[in-house]
């Protein structure tokens, strides 16, 4: 199969399947003709609503970008890859659709054309709405909730996309140092968090600390996603991190 935006061509060319699950080979001129030449229409009017109908469009027209920009630049056209990358963020401006899925894939291709800093702030504008999201569906009731549960709970996963993001684009360039320095970046602001949270258990009485012990459940999984990133760099990580917060949770409610 040969990938060209919207559709596969049968090609007699064996490709294996991505790591990631993308399928198909791509032929980096002829991907970057078809998306200078589409028909944008008026994604970029922020006034204008999208259904999901054109939001599924608007994840198809990010990876056709991001994969065209990703095998432009491996060719050693990175402006080339550039100017894609700079087009559809222009007509699909991030204020738009501030989906985590399909961004991460373009903050993957900045990093791999050489647009590092374009790559990291996009990231952190994308990380940044991540927390604002969860922090509102967590003001919720707990009745409400109830509503927003799937919301929720895929905000730590998308935290997870964004930083495997940048360390994969890293990793891809031979710059492992610089992913691992991001990922604990990254982790700094849920170990914040998490103390913010056994403090205030450690200030309530043991039957209310209990209780209130379960909300750990709302933290953990921003660890527990990062796991698998972090894991070619540090394998103990996970086991470590687990078993503090499982001391931490019994000090103070024991």
Known sequence: LQFD????????????????GEMGRVDADDLYNIVKNYRWGNFKDLNVHMDETCTQNIVSYRSSASRAAEALSLSGQKAKAVEILDLVNREIPVAK?????????IVYAYILSGQEQKGLQ?????????????????TLSSN??????????????EYSLVVGAVVDGYKKIGKQDKGYDYIVSSINPIDKRYSEFIKNLQQMGKEKAM?????????????????????????????EKMNQISNDLMKATQ
């Not at 952190?124 to 969860?134: N, R």
């Open 5 to 20: 935006g919207f559709s596969y061509r049968l090609v007699p060319i064996f490709t294996p399947e991505h790591a990631s």
């Open 97 to 105: 659709y501030n989906d985590a899925r399909s961004l991460s894939s």
């Open 122 to 138: 996009l990231a952190e504008e994308l990380k940044k709405g991540i927390f604002k999201e969860f922090d509102y569906y967590s």
């Open 144 to 157: 409400e909730q109830r509503f927003a549960g799937n919301q929720l709970k895929t905000k730590p996963f």
């Open 211 to 239: 209780t209130e012990s379960e909300k750990v459940q709302k933290i953990a999984p921003f660890y527990q996603y990062l796991f698998e990133v972090m894991k070619p760099f540090d394998s103990t990580y996970s086991h």
